[in-house]
């Protein structure tokens, strides 16, 4: 079993940024992709961003990309979100999750550990 928790959020204004990080209890994390995903209120969660298991492979929603930033760090079992250029509907509870799939998945039925998430709050 892994346990993940996030850290990193908070309140800032409209172009400012954030760093997310997850970390990730055990010795197995270097076999998971890593996935972010966010749910803003009333809305259901979507998907943010993943990558691959060394991390030369990475993949963004088209609603991030040029923003926002995967990477991950093996030997500290942690998984990063830069986040640059922060926009208010980026609002929103900000999750990490693992998936032991071979491809580098998208959807949410395909990761099966989760955090408890991070709250982001961007200002207008």
């Known amino acids: 079993q892994v346990q993940l928790v996030e850290s990193g959020g908070g309140l800032v204004q409209t172009g400012g940024s954030l760093r997310l990080s997850c970390a990730a209890s055990?010795?197995?994390?270097?076999?998971?992709?890593m996935g972010w995903f966010r749910q803003a209120p009333g809305s259901e969660r979507e998907f943010v961003a993943a990558?691959?298991?060394?991390?030369?492979?990475?993949y963004y929603a088209d609603f991030v990309k040029g923003r926002f930033t995967i990477s991950r760090d093996n030997a500290e079992n942690t998984v990063y979100l830069q986040m640059n250029s922060l926009k208010p509907e980026d609002t929103a509870v900000y999750y990490c999750?693992?998936?032991?799939?071979?491809?580098?998945?998208?959807?949410?039925?395909?990761?099966?550990?989760w955090g408890q998430g991070t709250q982001v709050t961007v200002s207008s």
């Open positions: 999750a693992t998936s032991a799939l071979i491809v580098l998945p998208t959807t949410e039925e395909a990761y099966n550990y």
């Open positions: 055990g010795r197995t994390f270097s076999r998971y992709n």
């Open positions: 990558i691959g298991r060394s991390g030369d492979v990475t």
